[in-house]
């Protein structure tokens, strides 16, 4: 279908038309401007003396149509295709402190370290999170942001895969990783802001406390679910193989458990990988993909047309004026 963005610019067509209800210049001595040319004006525009040349007045209202119709901004438009708008902005904050490398979980019958085991499982769960706006923030001794909110979920995983321990630092601030997400998860639609953040430890660095940052992601409407890797026995290998040990102190839920009721959220332990993948189910539950109903009608602009065959008639106008000029 063919429409017109500026329909309005149509009632411009007969302004040239006025001309002739234009009151004609007094005819009484007095005051005038000479034109010495007038004689060779009016012979260019005339096909014979004394009359018009009605094919080149035609011509010209043809091309001043032309231009109106351009400045009206013609355009095709498609019909409508259904956009799928994600319902969801969510933002991943991993830890990858230097307590991220212990091996105490398992993978396809080997002993993993705690990073290698979620980016196995998180990859799956942004993979299946494909229309949804998703970000990632890596996070040590500081908080850095890898990915921006984006619909490409593979780049997403991507850099979650290639992110190694203690890139960011070997201790662990929490607290800057939730005030790095609220900052920018704050800029999208409101309702839908979302942070699950991934750790193993006790906040021991960064300038800010973690449940301060609770706080104002919960003034910002941003909803945390929170992840302790870890939390069961720790595995150390020995010459007589793996042996399971309590695991340290470093470890903090409750820190964790207080951070999500803050964040209207829920805390998950994850002390295998079997657990972590139960908690990606229950998200994808919690956090359903929803769409909007929105649609998009592709547009193409053909103002191009009409302006282009003005020109040529213009161009056509000025080459017959120097024709008979010579």
């Not at 402190?97 to 990859?123: F, I, K, P, T, W």
């Not at 720790?234 to 803050?262: H, N, W």
């Not at 295998?272 to 649609?295: F, K, M, V």
Request: aromatic fraction near 6%; charged fraction near 20%; glycine fraction near 8%.
């Amino acid at each position: 279908m063919i429409q017109l963005d500026w329909p309005w610019v149509l009632a411009t067509l007969p302004l040239p038309l006025l001309a002739r209800f234009l009151p004609r210049a007094s005819e009484e001595a007095g005051a005038a401007l000479r034109l010495p040319f007038y004689r060779r004006l009016a012979l260019e525009t005339t096909s014979r003396p004394g009359r018009i040349s009605r094919w080149r007045v035609g011509v010209a209202l043809l091309a001043w149509g032309l231009l109106v119709l351009a400045a009206a901004r013609p355009q095709w438009v498609g019909d409508p295709i259904g956009l799928p708008i994600a319902g969801r902005d969510l933002m991943l904050a991993v830890d990858i402190s230097g307590s991220m490398e212990q091996d105490d979980y398992e993978l396809n019958g080997h002993a993993v370290s705690r990073l290698a085991a979620v980016q196995a499982v998180a990859s799956r769960f942004i993979e299946r999170r494909a229309e949804d706006r998703l970000g990632l923030i890596l996070f040590g001794s500081q908080a850095y942001l890898q990915t921006p909110m984006t619909f490409d979920a593979e780049t997403v995983a991507t850099m979650l895969r290639e992110a190694v321990v203690g890139l960011a630092g070997r201790e662990t601030a929490i607290g800057d990783a939730i005030a790095l997400a609220v900052k920018r998860l704050r800029d999208q639609p409101e309702g839908n802001r979302v942070l699950i953040l991934l750790t193993d430890g006790e906040n021991t660095a960064g300038a800010l406390d973690p449940i301060a940052a609770a706080k104002l992601a919960a003034q910002a409407g941003v909803r945390i679910y929170t992840i302790g890797i870890g939390g069961g026995d720790v595995g150390i290998r020995t010459p007589f193989g793996m042996r399971l040990v309590r695991q340290g102190s470093d470890f903090d839920p409750s820190t964790l458990k207080e951070i999500a009721k803050i964040g209207g959220g829920r805390f998950f332990a994850a002390t295998n990988r079997e657990q972590l993948e139960s908690i990606y189910a229950e998200l994808d539950r919690l956090e359903p993909n929803q769409r909007d109903e929105r649609t998009y009608r592709p547009q193409r602009a053909l103002f191009v047309w009409p302006a282009a065959l003005a020109l040529m008639l213009a161009t056509g106008l000025a080459l017959n004026a120097a024709v008979r000029r010579v």
